[in-house]
Every structure is written in C-alpha cells, then in structure tokens.
C-alpha cells in the first residue's frame, strides 16, 4: 500500500475517533443503572420515578427532568422537620465524580405532576434529564408497583442499627 493513501486512511479514522469521542463524552459518562415508574390508581394525578445513575466521569448535577407523560416533573428529597417527614423540591442532584444517585422512596426522587393520562404496568415512560453542562439525556422506564420493587429492595440491603 501507498505512504500517500495510508496517511489518508489514517487521517479519517483518527477525525473519525475524535468526533466520537467529544460527541458522546458527556452521554458516555452518565448511564441509567435500574429504575422505573410507580404504579399510582388511575384517579391520582401524580406519581414518583425513581432511578440510579452511575457516572463514569467528571462531578455533574441533574438540573431538570421533563416527560410527555406528565405537566410538569419536579427534583423532589424526603427531609424530617419535627418527626414530620415532608416533600421538598430541589434544584439539582449532584453526582460526584466517579459516583452513584440513588433516586428511591425513602430519599430523593422525581414527581410527574399532573399526569395526562392514567399509567399501566409495564408502560415504557420516556425522561430527558438535563445536566448543568447543558447535555441531556434519555431514559426509557417501565411503570412497576411499588410493593413488588420495594420487596426487591430490600432483598437487597440489611438494616443495621
């Protein structure tokens, strides 16, 4: 083989990397580990999804989430104020590097607000969540009851005291 045409060959498989690489860098980072959607009956207009990510790069923050399935989508933490335990919303969820977010019922979680219609078990919702650096990303959930995806948790994990 030619000098000339293997320069040429190794010219566009190196562009070729480098795209790949600052295209998919962000998306690469942040992986959907398990989650899904709660099963709420079909007279309650909002439900809670729950999710991990794992992220395999640089400290990121979830800034939003949006579905087509509900009006709005809203970052949402668990906290105790006098042996209350009430809802509050969030600006973002930070993810540090090289980290895990555990979105679960006990803590931090996502709520579809006004549902536009009812859910059914095993229906795939879609979420865009957005990150601080601007990147989004997709992922696909199935609606779950949430006793059968508590009982897997906790085969999961031991309460120590």
Do not use: W
């Not at 078990?121 to 696909?140: A, H, P």
């Amino acid at each position: 083989m030619e000098f000339k045409t293997l320069k040429h060959i190794f010219k566009h498989a190196f562009n070729f990397v480098l795209l790949s690489c600052t295209s998919f860098s962000v998306l690469a980072n942040v992986m959907l580990v398990d989650g899904y959607v709660r099963a709420m009956p079909p007279s309650v207009p909002n439900t809670a999804a729950y999710f991990t990510l794992m992220n395999h790069g640089a400290a990121i923050k979830l800034v939003a989430v949006e579905t087509p399935i509900a009006a709005e989508a809203q970052l949402h933490t668990l906290v105790e104020e006098d042996g209350v335990v009430k809802m509050r919303q969030q600006p973002n969820f930070a993810i540090a590097e090289h980290g895990n977010l555990n979105l679960a019922p006990s803590g931090d979680h996502i709520m579809l607000l006004g549902l536009k219609q009812p859910l059914n078990i095993g229906d795939q919702v879609d979420l865009t969540l957005t990150f601080d650096d601007g990147s989004q990303q997709l992922i696909k959930l199935r609606v779950r009851k949430q006793d059968m995806a508590q009982q897997e948790g906790d085969m999961q994990h031991h309460h120590h005291h």
